[in-house]
């Protein structure tokens, strides 16, 4: 696994990216990108987040993804279309 690669996880009320090589602990924030590996490979999804604090993920077009905790993930800065 890269230095950027991590797994999923939940804490302090937010989603966050751990395991990485040699990093601390990334906690998101609503309007971060995230990539999950999947079925597929990697899809990159964007984070976000209610006023009621409900986090949920989209991928670029718009759908919800299922993301969940233990899921490889890492850390990139905008989406890139396929």
Request: no cysteine; charged share 20%.
């Amino acid at each position: 696994m890269a230095g950027q690669e991590g797994f999923l996880d939940y804490g302090s009320g937010r989603y966050k990216l751990m395991g990485r090589a040699g990093q601390g602990d990334y906690y998101f924030h609503a309007g971060d990108w995230l990539e999950v590996w999947g079925e597929r490979g990697w899809l990159p999804v964007h984070v976000l987040a209610d006023l009621s604090g409900r986090w949920y993920f989209l991928d670029g077009n718009g759908a919800l993804v299922a993301v969940s905790l233990g899921m490889r993930g890492r850390r990139v800065n905008e989406w890139q279309a396929m």
